[in-house]
């Protein structure tokens, strides 16, 4: 990135397009830091930038766009990217070329609970439990009512179980049981084994946000940050049935432990204090007591590829039906993890909304990095005239369609990988396409798991 001038304050001045690495690829915008200036374009350039607002666009994105001189809009097609809600795979028809969406169609096919087990029950049966053991055993009711009830009977009367709603979020619905008659009689609903063996730091359990950012299916292309957020609970654990019914000490849950009055608060990203720490400072505090955290981040990878692979049939189906332009979409997710007391990873749910409020310093300074690289890992690009022309002309047909919109992202990367087996046959050229630090590309596909025929780019991992 090219340092234009610094101003009389002494901040930087960055220019407001990227050159792209690669011949005949256009400029990239760029999205800078707080404690950068982005020059400002054209006239000509500049009306361009506009960006639909959304009920749901997060203060970190609004303040982001705005430094790098976007506009809000609030019309149908006069934009260039919009971060809102997911919408009907056909609506999907209606972005125009040069617009980003930060959705993919059928994206809840991992992000709805049954959905996301239903798929990696289905790829484990066709590749096997090593390969995918790392999900609790999960049933759907009322479909699979006959056999939880067998498994119920086989694990006998201590076995703790989880009932989640299937498209809840911030712990909705959800209860730890251990008697038949206490199964809510409301269906559907998700019923898993409880983990009830966490691995606890001072007596409490906690789970693992992992961000993870898809900017193509076909190639498939994921970016894993390499910061997060680790949320406890705020109660000390105990394994007593007693305790079942204390949402504070089973769920982690920000927006239920947040109610809690003995809930303690945390904005240093370094301290290993309060109920929510940063990924990294978890790292910190687990490798000084000599535990291999490589090993724990290489799993975490590993599973976060095969749960993304899982939805790869029904996305990649749904973007050649709907979607005109691979440039449109783009996706962040959020993975919830949990360490149990042999400190194996466990996918807890995948959400593909994941909650961007920055309530605190810490907050601020994960989510504001981590959206920051994912504008500019998205590669937008200012259109041409003849694509606003054409917008333009198809407003009034389109308008009323458009109304609950929001638009993904483009990447021009690598274009020299092909699916083969599933192994990474190559190895990344930072200086070909850089990746930010805090980002890892992909990871090295799982062996014995092949995409088929279907896709053709292979998924290369590399931590940067």
């Given at each position: 990135m090219t340092v234009i001038v610094e101003d009389s304050v002494g901040v930087e001045v960055r220019s407001a397009l990227v050159s792209s690495l690669f011949p005949f690829c256009p400029p990239t915008l760029y999205f800078s830091r707080a404690n950068e200036r982005v020059e400002i374009l054209p006239q000509e350039k500049r009306r361009l930038l506009k960006w639909k607002m959304s009920s749901v666009t997060p203060n970190v994105v609004r303040h982001i766009i705005a430094r790098s001189h976007f506009k809000?809009?609030?019309?149908?097609?006069?934009?260039?990217?919009?971060?809102?809600?997911?919408?009907?795979?056909?609506?999907?028809?209606?972005?125009?070329?040069?617009?980003?969406l930060n959705h993919f169609p059928g994206s809840f096919q991992i992000g709805r609970k049954d959905r996301l087990w239903r798929n990696l029950s289905k790829m484990r049966a066709r590749f096997g439990k090593q390969e995918f053991s790392f999900f609790p055993r999960s049933f759907i009711l009322p479909q699979d009512i006959r056999l939880l009830r067998r498994a119920?009977?086989?694990?006998?009367?201590?076995?703790?179980?989880?009932?989640?709603?299937?498209?809840?979020?911030?712990?909705?619905?959800?209860?730890?049981?251990?008697?038949?008659?206490?199964?809510?009689?409301?269906?559907?609903?998700?019923?898993?084994?409880?983990?009830?063996?966490?691995?606890?730091?001072?007596?409490?359990?906690f789970d693992l946000r992992i961000y993870v950012y898809v900017t193509s299916y076909d190639p498939l292309r994921i970016y894993i940050f390499s910061d997060g957020l680790v949320r406890f609970a705020s109660c000390k654990y105990s394994s007593s049935m007693r305790s079942l019914g204390n949402k504070f000490m089973h769920l982690t849950n920000y927006?239920?432990?947040?109610?809690?009055?003995?809930?303690?608060?945390?904005?240093?990203?370094?301290a290993c204090k309060g109920h929510k720490w940063a990924l990294q400072a978890l790292w910190q505090y687990l490798g000084a007591k000599g535990i291999n955290t490589t090993l724990i981040w290489d799993k975490i990878k590993d599973m976060v590829i095969k749960t993304i692979i899982a939805s790869d049939p029904y996305i990649n189906s749904l973007l050649k039906m709907h979607v005109r332009s691979p440039y449109s979409c783009h996706e962040l997710f959020g993975f919830d993890i949990m360490l149990d007391d042999k400190l194996k990873p466990w996918v807890l749910e995948v959400n593909i909304s994941p909650s961007l409020h920055s309530n605190t310093a810490l907050?601020?300074?994960?989510?504001?990095?981590?959206?920051?690289?994912?504008?500019?890992?998205?590669?937008?690009?200012?259109?041409?005239?003849?694509?606003?022309?054409?917008?333009?002309?198809?407003?009034?047909?389109?308008?009323?369609?458009?109304?609950?919109?929001?638009p993904a992202s483009p990447c021009p990367l690598l274009r020299d990988h092909r699916l083969g087996a599933a192994r990474c046959r190559r190895r990344w050229c930072p200086k070909r396409c850089p990746v930010p630090r805090q980002?890892?590309?992909?990871?090295?596909?799982?062996?014995?798991?092949?995409?088929?025929?279907?896709?053709?780019?292979?998924?290369?991992?590399?931590?940067m």
């Amino acid at each position: 990135m090219t340092v234009i001038v610094e101003d009389s304050v002494g901040v930087e001045v960055r220019s407001a397009l990227v050159s792209s690495l690669f011949p005949f690829c256009p400029p990239t915008l760029y999205f800078s830091r707080a404690n950068e200036r982005v020059e400002i374009l054209p006239q000509e350039k500049r009306r361009l930038l506009k960006w639909k607002m959304s009920s749901v666009t997060p203060n970190v994105v609004r303040h982001i766009i705005a430094r790098s001189h976007f506009k809000t809009t609030k019309r149908s097609h006069d934009w260039l990217g919009c971060w809102g809600h997911h919408m009907k795979s056909p609506l999907f028809k209606t972005i125009e070329e040069h617009q980003k969406l930060n959705h993919f169609p059928g994206s809840f096919q991992i992000g709805r609970k049954d959905r996301l087990w239903r798929n990696l029950s289905k790829m484990r049966a066709r590749f096997g439990k090593q390969e995918f053991s790392f999900f609790p055993r999960s049933f759907i009711l009322p479909q699979d009512i006959r056999l939880l009830r067998r498994a119920w009977e086989d694990a006998g009367a201590r076995q703790k179980w989880i009932i989640k709603p299937p498209a809840s979020a911030r712990g909705t619905g959800i209860q730890v049981i251990y008697k038949w008659c206490q199964m809510p009689k409301k269906r559907p609903l998700l019923v898993q084994k409880y983990l009830h063996k966490p691995y606890l730091i001072s007596g409490n359990k906690f789970d693992l946000r992992i961000y993870v950012y898809v900017t193509s299916y076909d190639p498939l292309r994921i970016y894993i940050f390499s910061d997060g957020l680790v949320r406890f609970a705020s109660c000390k654990y105990s394994s007593s049935m007693r305790s079942l019914g204390n949402k504070f000490m089973h769920l982690t849950n920000y927006s239920v432990n947040k109610k809690n009055t003995e809930y303690q608060t945390n904005s240093d990203n370094k301290a290993c204090k309060g109920h929510k720490w940063a990924l990294q400072a978890l790292w910190q505090y687990l490798g000084a007591k000599g535990i291999n955290t490589t090993l724990i981040w290489d799993k975490i990878k590993d599973m976060v590829i095969k749960t993304i692979i899982a939805s790869d049939p029904y996305i990649n189906s749904l973007l050649k039906m709907h979607v005109r332009s691979p440039y449109s979409c783009h996706e962040l997710f959020g993975f919830d993890i949990m360490l149990d007391d042999k400190l194996k990873p466990w996918v807890l749910e995948v959400n593909i909304s994941p909650s961007l409020h920055s309530n605190t310093a810490l907050d601020v300074t994960i989510k504001g990095q981590m959206i920051r690289d994912v504008l500019n890992l998205a590669g937008f690009l200012l259109p041409s005239r003849e694509q606003v022309a054409a917008c333009s002309q198809s407003a009034s047909s389109s308008s009323s369609r458009l109304s609950n919109l929001s638009p993904a992202s483009p990447c021009p990367l690598l274009r020299d990988h092909r699916l083969g087996a599933a192994r990474c046959r190559r190895r990344w050229c930072p200086k070909r396409c850089p990746v930010p630090r805090q980002w890892s590309l992909g990871s090295e596909a799982p062996v014995g798991v092949n995409r088929g025929q279907q896709s053709q780019a292979t998924i290369p991992f590399f931590s940067m």
